[in-house]
């Protein structure tokens, strides 16, 4: 049996797992557990000024959730280190032994520098958003 750990349950992280999955047909010799830090479902992060700009809703950017029994997804997870020499994903609920560890966690927007926009002491000024 392999297990993998994937660190990150958005659009990359729920892809390789339902993808990973599907690569192995029916075999039962892996068993996937993605650790994802933010409580809800993914969603397709390009399409956010969508739902921003009230052209979508946030259930029409929603990506499909796998139903493989192998993979198991544990929301509100947030990996705090790997112990790489125990092969441990480590966790504020405890520690996902692995086999092969997936990083998976996305990028962070740039914000350039712009007077009055950046710079200020508590981040961006009101009603400032990053997509």
Known sequence: ???????????????????????????????????GAEEHEPYNRVLLSEVVAGRADLAAIALPATDDPRVTVRRGTEALAIDRASRRVLTGEGAYPYDVVVLATGAAARVPDVPGLTGLPGGLPRGAHVL
């Open 1 to 35: 049996m392999t297990r993998v750990v994937v660190v990150g349950h958005g659009m990359v992280g729920s892809r390789f797992a339902g993808d990973l999955a599907a690569r192995c047909g029916g075999s039962a010799d892996v068993e996937v557990t993605v650790l």
